[in-house]
């Protein structure tokens, strides 16, 4: 029934609604099986306000990608899994040539690493629904070459073409995360080297303060 108002309105009236509105349409007049004479009294007396907001909505959209186009974060904007917008940052970040190229992807999906597309489909889905999932996380991303980045994403449910989406706001932190696994593996080689020293040594910080102590000292008091 829904489906059967929304194209009576786009057929008649050159108005695109969502099924929210529709449902909405339908149970205000009670039925919509035979709806030609009540939808039509009920159309006309919506419609002036759904062209406003309509027109308020293109406006506030256009606004929107006017703002984030030139962004240095990717900004994406998806619905269901599927890329309803992407700027040129999210073009850049996944190492694609142009917006197009990313559009034409389908799915936000396609920019994920296999390993990570559950959760976040899962973060997606709750969202919508309202539940609480984080809004700010870490993510392993996949560009067009297929190596995987990592990025930070905050997200939030807006309106878009009239039905709610997800927006999607991110930047990169790969160069952070390698810096730091080869800050982890530096502090482990200096531990092997450390406790392979037979005399007592320490490890300090610049304050002075002792960090690591090697394992001479216990070494030499089970010798003793």
């Keep these: 029934m829904d489906e059967a108002i929304i194209n009576h309105i786009k057929r008649d009236y050159k108005l695109l609604i969502g ?9 205000e007049i ?5 709806m030609k004479e009540e939808l039509q009294a009920e159309v006309r007396r ?3 306000d759904l062209y406003q907001s309509n027109a308020e909505l293109r406006q506030s959209e256009e606004k929107f990608r006017y703002l984030v186009e ?5 900004v994406a904007v998806h619905r269901d899994r599927r890329l309803l917008f ?13 917006v197009e190229e990313v559009m034409a992807l389908g799915t936000i999906d396609a920019t994920i690493a296999p390993e990570d597309v559950e959760r976040l489909r899962g973060y997606g889905r709750a969202r919508l629904r309202g539940e609480p ?23 939030n449910v807006v309106q878009w073409e ?12 790969t160069e952070f995360k390698q810096a730091e696994e080869a800050l ?17 040594a320490f490890l300090v910080d610049r304050g002075g303060r002792v960090l690591r102590a090697n394992k001479a000292p216990q070494r030499q008091d089970r010798a003793n």
């Design 133 to 155: 999932v984080p809004a700010y996380y870490e993510s392993v991303g996949l560009r067009k070459d297929g190596t995987r980045i990592w990025h930070n994403n905050l997200n």
């Design 86 to 98: 992407a700027n040129s940052g999210f073009a850049r970040i996944f190492g694609y040539a142009c």
């Design 30 to 34: 009670g039925s919509a099986w035979d």
């Design 162 to 173: 009239g039905e709610p989406a997800i927006l999607t706001t991110m930047y990169p932190i």
């Design 70 to 74: 030139d962004s240095v974060q990717g």
């Design 46 to 48: 919506k419609t002036a």
């Design 184 to 200: 982890r593996r530096s502090q482990a080689t200096a531990r092997v080297l450390l406790d392979a020293l037979d005399e007592p």
């Design 19 to 27: 099924q929210q509105t529709a449902e909405e349409i339908k149970l």
